[in-house]
Every structure is written in C-alpha cells, then in structure tokens.
T-cell receptor, first 113, second 118 residues
Framework: GEDVEQSLFLSVREGDSSVINCTYT??????LYWYKQEPGAGLQLLTY?????DMKQDQRLTVLLNKKDKHLSLRIADTQTGDSAIYFC?????????????FGSGTRLSIRP | NAGVTQTPKFQVLKTGQSMTLQCAQD?????MYWYRQDPGMGLRLIYY???????DKGEVPNGYNVSRLNKREFSLRLESAAPSQTSVYFC?????????????????FGPGTRLTVL
C-alpha cells in the first residue's frame, strides 16, 4: 500500500545544516512535497519536486530524490531559529486536482543555540 | 485574497453533541479536502470533493459527513461527537488543472480547527 515514513525528531545547532529524510513506498508517485507547519498554524508548502528530477534547489533549501531507493531528503542550509517547525513529506499519485496526497507523520525540527 | 479559511478555530463538545466545521476558499479551486491531524500520525484524509457536486470518502470517513455547498465552501459535520474525534481538523483546496499545462496537485491549507470532545 501507499506509505510515507519519516523520523519524528531532529535537533540541530543554529547555523548548521539540517537534513530531514523521508522514504515512500509507491513508485508511481508523480510529485513529492515538503510542507512546513509552525506551532498553531496550518501546513505551508515549502517546495516540491517532480518525480523525474533528482535535485531541486531553492535558496537555502535543497531537495534530493533517489527514485531507485524511494528516498527523499530536505536540506536546510544555515539553519535559523525560525526554521523550528514540523516538516511533512508527502507524495501524490497523479496530475489532476483530485489526486490524493499521502503525508508522512512529520519530523519535528528543533534548533539549539 | 484570504486563501483557505476555517471556522471555528477552537471548539469543545460533549460526547453526543453535533457540530459543523466550515471551510471556504476564494481561489476558485475545484477540489477541496478535509484532514484530521493526530500526534505522531501525520494527516489522514477524511473526505474530499474533486469538484462541485461530488464528494468521496478518504481514509477515515466514519463518524463524519460532508457537504460541498458550492465551489467555495466545503463543510464537515460530526453528527454525534465521540472522544476519538478529538483532533485538529484541516481543510485544503487544490488548483484546477489547466489544459495543456501540468500543475502540481499542490494543496493549500487552512489554519485548522482544534476540536476537543469530552
């Protein structure tokens, strides 16, 4: 069945890079996403990658996709206190607006001084 | 342009009470979704509406009903609330796929409703 897995917690020092990992099971996924959820707020789309890409860079964010291993990662360079949040990995199976999106359980990123 | 809005932000119910969670989007999106978020479990899809006039069950539909009132609004109803329905509820919507152009099935989320059932 479809499943997306992530580790629950990550702690990094301010200024270091954070790497959040995700594995998924469905090889037919079309898009893979990273969402950020700050305390008391809804999910906010951070970035996404199309399944035929290996890498996408957007300012401090780098997404790496290893389709063979079904592994997705999000690297945040120069991690700041404002990056403290829960990060959700998600995959979708289609292109239409009715495509279902499967979410991981989220990784809580905490920043230590 | 408010995006996706949800009301109320917080609600406390007694077991057996009913209530409706409201969601509206002003982005002219076709599809709308209701999720619940529980600790350590990520988001689980309750119901979705691919387009106005249609609704379909998601992963955890039991105990809920939905109404797609018009293109803008998608409500979630708990007819007889149970403590197991204590959760944070998120509404989301998805842009329309344009002919000849691939868009992500990206979902835009509302701020959530925190529901406690005693």
């Amino acid at each position: 069945g479809e499943d997306v897995e992530q580790s629950l917690f990550l702690s990094v020092r301010e200024g270091d890079s954070s790497v959040i990992n995700c594995t998924y099971t469905d090889s037919s996924s079309t898009y893979l996403y990273w969402y950020k959820q700050e305390p008391g707020a809804g999910l906010q789309l951070l970035t996404y990658i199309f399944s035929n890409m290996d890498m996408k860079q957007d300012q401090r964010l780098t997404v790496l996709l290893n389709k063979k291993d079904k592994h997705l990662s999000l690297r945040i360079a120069d991690t700041q206190t404002g990056d403290s949040a829960i990060y959700f990995c998600a995959e979708s199976m289609g292109y239409s607006s009715a495509s279902k999106i499967i979410f991981g359980s989220g990784t809580r990123l905490s920043i230590r001084p | 342009n408010a995006g996706v809005t949800q009301t109320p932000k917080f609600q406390v119910l007694k077991t057996g009470q009913s209530m409706t969670l409201q969601c509206a989007q002003d982005m002219n999106h076709n599809s709308m979704y209701w999720y619940r978020q529980d600790p350590g479990m990520g988001l689980r899809l309750i119901y979705y509406s691919a387009s106005e006039g249609t609704t379909d069950k998601g992963e955890v539909p039991n105990g809920y009903n939905v109404s797609r009132l018009n293109k803008r609004e998608f409500s979630l109803r708990l007819e007889s609330a149970a403590p197991s329905q204590t959760s944070v509820y998120f509404c989301a919507s998805t842009p329309t796929l344009l002919a000849g152009e691939l868009l992500t099935a990206t979902q835009y989320f509302g701020p959530g409703t925190r529901l406690t059932v005693l």
